[in-house]
Protein backbone atom coordinates (compact mmCIF):
# COMPACT_ATOMS: atom_id res chain seq x y z
CA UNK A 1 0.00 0.00 0.00
CA UNK A 2 2.68 2.15 0.52
CA UNK A 3 4.12 2.00 -2.84
CA UNK A 4 0.72 2.66 -4.25
CA UNK A 5 0.74 5.77 -2.08
CA UNK A 6 4.04 7.08 -2.84
CA UNK A 7 3.04 6.68 -6.64
CA UNK A 8 0.04 8.55 -6.34
CA UNK A 9 1.05 11.54 -4.51
CA UNK A 10 2.84 13.70 -7.34
CA UNK A 11 0.09 12.98 -9.94
CA UNK A 12 -2.57 14.22 -6.77
CA UNK A 13 -0.53 17.16 -6.16
CA UNK A 14 0.40 18.41 -9.79
CA UNK A 15 -3.61 17.99 -10.62
CA UNK A 16 -4.23 19.86 -7.09
CA UNK A 17 -1.85 22.55 -8.12
CA UNK A 18 -2.98 23.05 -11.34
CA UNK A 19 -6.49 23.23 -10.73
CA UNK A 20 -6.03 26.01 -7.77
CA UNK A 21 -9.43 27.35 -6.72
CA UNK A 22 -11.06 25.09 -9.08
CA UNK A 23 -9.89 21.88 -7.55
CA UNK A 24 -13.35 21.29 -5.27
CA UNK A 25 -15.08 21.53 -8.54
CA UNK A 26 -12.74 18.18 -9.44
CA UNK A 27 -13.35 16.03 -6.70
CA UNK A 28 -16.29 14.32 -8.29
CA UNK A 29 -14.22 13.70 -11.54
CA UNK A 30 -11.70 12.11 -9.68
CA UNK A 31 -13.91 9.98 -7.46
CA UNK A 32 -15.46 8.53 -10.91
CA UNK A 33 -12.28 8.09 -12.46
CA UNK A 34 -10.73 6.41 -9.15
CA UNK A 35 -14.35 3.90 -8.99
CA UNK A 36 -13.53 2.82 -12.68
CA UNK A 37 -9.49 2.26 -12.28
CA UNK A 38 -10.74 0.44 -9.46
CA UNK A 39 -11.84 -2.52 -11.42
CA UNK A 40 -9.66 -5.66 -11.98
CA UNK A 41 -11.36 -6.41 -15.44
CA UNK A 42 -10.38 -2.81 -16.64
CA UNK A 43 -6.73 -3.09 -15.10
CA UNK A 44 -5.98 -6.53 -16.90
CA UNK A 45 -7.63 -4.59 -20.32
CA UNK A 46 -5.46 -2.26 -20.08
CA UNK A 47 -2.42 -3.84 -19.10
CA UNK A 48 -2.82 -6.32 -22.03
CA UNK A 49 0.01 -5.01 -24.86
CA UNK A 50 -2.33 -5.35 -27.94
CA UNK A 51 -4.35 -2.43 -26.68
CA UNK A 52 -3.03 1.23 -27.04
CA UNK A 53 -3.44 4.03 -24.65
CA UNK A 54 -6.06 5.75 -26.55
CA UNK A 55 -8.19 2.75 -26.58
CA UNK A 56 -7.88 2.84 -22.66
CA UNK A 57 -8.72 6.15 -22.29
CA UNK A 58 -11.73 6.10 -24.50
CA UNK A 59 -13.25 2.79 -22.48
CA UNK A 60 -12.54 4.62 -19.20
CA UNK A 61 -14.10 7.86 -19.87
CA UNK A 62 -17.04 5.69 -21.37
CA UNK A 63 -17.79 3.98 -18.22
CA UNK A 64 -17.33 7.32 -16.31
CA UNK A 65 -19.96 8.63 -17.58
CA UNK A 66 -19.31 12.14 -16.71
CA UNK A 67 -17.37 14.84 -18.74
CA UNK A 68 -13.74 15.68 -17.91
CA UNK A 69 -12.33 18.76 -17.48
CA UNK A 70 -9.10 19.29 -19.53
CA UNK A 71 -6.74 18.78 -16.59
CA UNK A 72 -8.40 15.51 -15.40
CA UNK A 73 -8.18 14.95 -18.84
CA UNK A 74 -4.36 15.26 -18.72
CA UNK A 75 -3.85 13.39 -15.80
CA UNK A 76 -5.80 10.32 -17.31
CA UNK A 77 -3.28 10.55 -20.00
CA UNK A 78 -0.27 10.79 -18.12
CA UNK A 79 -1.34 8.12 -15.79
CA UNK A 80 -2.22 5.29 -18.61
CA UNK A 81 0.90 6.56 -20.41
CA UNK A 82 3.08 5.84 -17.54
CA UNK A 83 1.26 2.55 -16.83
CA UNK A 84 0.28 3.76 -13.33
CA UNK A 85 -3.62 3.34 -13.81
CA UNK A 86 -3.33 0.94 -10.61
CA UNK A 87 -2.66 4.26 -8.62
CA UNK A 88 -5.83 6.19 -9.68
CA UNK A 89 -7.94 5.07 -6.99
CA UNK A 90 -5.18 6.24 -4.71
CA UNK A 91 -4.87 9.86 -6.98
CA UNK A 92 -8.33 10.06 -6.60
CA UNK A 93 -8.42 9.86 -2.54
CA UNK A 94 -5.30 12.07 -2.64
CA UNK A 95 -6.50 14.34 -4.41
CA UNK A 96 -10.20 14.15 -2.32
CA UNK A 97 -7.79 14.99 0.88
CA UNK A 98 -6.06 18.11 -0.20
CA UNK A 99 -8.53 19.94 -1.29
CA UNK A 100 -10.51 18.86 2.09
CA UNK A 101 -7.36 20.36 3.98
CA UNK A 102 -7.65 23.69 2.00
CA UNK A 103 -11.16 23.51 3.16
CA UNK A 104 -10.62 22.83 6.43
CA UNK A 105 -13.18 19.53 6.33
CA UNK A 106 -12.33 16.00 7.14
CA UNK A 107 -14.48 13.18 5.40
CA UNK A 108 -16.45 11.09 8.11
CA UNK A 109 -17.96 7.86 7.89
CA UNK A 110 -20.68 7.32 10.59
CA UNK A 111 -21.48 3.35 11.18
CA UNK A 112 -24.42 2.97 12.40
CA UNK A 113 -26.71 -0.12 13.43
CA UNK A 114 -29.71 1.45 11.66
CA UNK A 115 -30.77 3.97 8.76
CA UNK A 116 -30.53 7.53 10.07
CA UNK A 117 -32.88 9.87 8.67
CA UNK A 118 -31.97 13.41 7.61
CA UNK A 119 -32.97 15.33 10.53
CA UNK A 120 -31.08 13.10 12.87
CA UNK A 121 -28.14 13.24 10.88
CA UNK A 122 -28.01 16.42 10.39
CA UNK A 123 -28.04 17.06 14.40
CA UNK A 124 -25.74 14.45 14.54
CA UNK A 125 -23.35 15.98 12.38
CA UNK A 126 -23.63 19.15 13.75
CA UNK A 127 -22.45 17.39 17.20
CA UNK A 128 -19.61 15.75 15.89
CA UNK A 129 -18.09 19.10 14.04
CA UNK A 130 -18.24 20.22 17.57
CA UNK A 131 -16.54 16.98 18.75
CA UNK A 132 -13.71 17.00 15.97
CA UNK A 133 -13.39 20.69 15.63
CA UNK A 134 -13.87 20.66 11.96
CA UNK A 135 -16.32 20.44 9.30
CA UNK A 136 -17.40 17.20 8.07
CA UNK A 137 -18.52 15.49 4.75
CA UNK A 138 -20.66 12.38 6.32
CA UNK A 139 -21.90 9.57 5.08
CA UNK A 140 -23.55 6.58 6.68
CA UNK A 141 -22.87 2.62 6.16
CA UNK A 142 -25.13 0.33 7.77
CA UNK A 143 -23.48 -2.01 10.47
CA UNK A 144 -26.31 -3.99 12.15
CA UNK A 145 -23.23 -5.74 14.13
CA UNK A 146 -23.26 -2.70 16.18
CA UNK A 147 -26.49 -3.15 17.88
CA UNK A 148 -27.34 0.14 18.59
CA UNK A 149 -25.69 3.68 18.52
CA UNK A 150 -23.56 4.90 16.32
CA UNK A 151 -19.54 4.32 15.44
CA UNK A 152 -17.96 7.14 13.79
CA UNK A 153 -14.33 7.31 11.62
CA UNK A 154 -12.68 10.69 11.01
CA UNK A 155 -9.36 10.23 9.41
CA UNK A 156 -7.51 7.83 12.10
CA UNK A 157 -9.62 9.37 15.16
CA UNK A 158 -12.54 7.18 15.70
CA UNK A 159 -15.42 7.48 17.89
CA UNK A 160 -17.32 4.52 19.36
CA UNK A 161 -20.84 5.33 20.92
CA UNK A 162 -22.07 1.81 19.84
CA UNK A 163 -23.40 -0.99 21.85
CA UNK A 164 -21.10 -3.47 20.96
CA UNK A 165 -18.27 -1.41 21.81
CA UNK A 166 -20.05 -1.23 25.39
CA UNK A 167 -20.68 -4.43 26.04
CA UNK A 168 -16.89 -5.14 25.17
CA UNK A 169 -15.64 -2.53 27.33
CA UNK A 170 -18.50 -4.40 29.81
CA UNK A 171 -16.68 -7.95 29.35
CA UNK A 172 -13.02 -6.55 29.75
CA UNK A 173 -14.23 -4.87 33.25
CA UNK A 174 -15.76 -8.21 34.53
CA UNK A 175 -12.95 -10.32 32.82
CA UNK A 176 -9.83 -8.23 34.58
Known amino acids: MAEIATIARPYAEALFKAAGANAAALVGQMSALGDVAAN ?35 LLRTVIDNGRLAALPEIAAQFKALVNV ?8 V ?3 YPIDGAALAD ?13 NARVELDPELIGG ?17 LEQMKVALTA
Request: hydrophobic share 40%; net charge positive; glycine share 6%.
Open 150 to 166: IRVVVGDEVLDTSVKAR
Open 102 to 109: RSGSSDAI
Open 40 to 74: EQLRQFADNPKVGAAQVYEVITSVAKTALDGQVAN
Open 124 to 136: TVSALEKRFGRKL
Open 111 to 113: YSA
